[in-house]
């Protein structure tokens, strides 16, 4: 999974668990995971991201109880809300705005592709220490890649 996928599923989740709050459940962030615990009237219940093939958000244990099946529906609303305002496009402009310091992943074809982004330079430099140690064959590169709006202020003037 790449991570910008990753950054939109944990988006996509966090606004989940906002609607659940809303509703009276708890939500708990599980560390590493796109997962979820929601507590409700000492019920608990994961909600989780399942990978290929299923590729879908889901609520374990699977029970039939009454509690599990309002919190499925109240998912299903906040997943078939959140369809009208592209989570993908939200969490690019916060990238862009905030984190200006990119790690590229340089491909042989002259592509390339954004691996992860970072608020300072040193983080960037540590992190693609990181990479090299664990990727050797790959090329990183650093690259500082700002908003156009930000751009033209900061343009060197001869």
Known sequence: ??????LRLKTEGENICSILSQQGYRCTKQ???LSWKVTTEGVSYVLTWLPAPAGDWA????DDSSAREQLVSVVQNALT???????????????DLHRPWAIA?????????????????????????VLQRFMPAAVFDIVLDLPDERKQEIEIKP
């Open 1 to 6: 999974m790449k991570h910008t996928e990753w």
């Open 31 to 33: 560390t590493r995971r």
């Open 59 to 62: 609520v374990i244990p699977k």
């Open 81 to 95: 809300k959140g369809e009208k305002t592209s989570a993908s496009q939200l969490i690019s402009s916060i990238e």
């Open 105 to 129: 992943r340089i491909l042989p074809d002259a592509r390339h592709y954004i691996v992860a982004r970072f608020f300072n330079r040193q983080d960037a430099e540590d992190h693609k220490r």
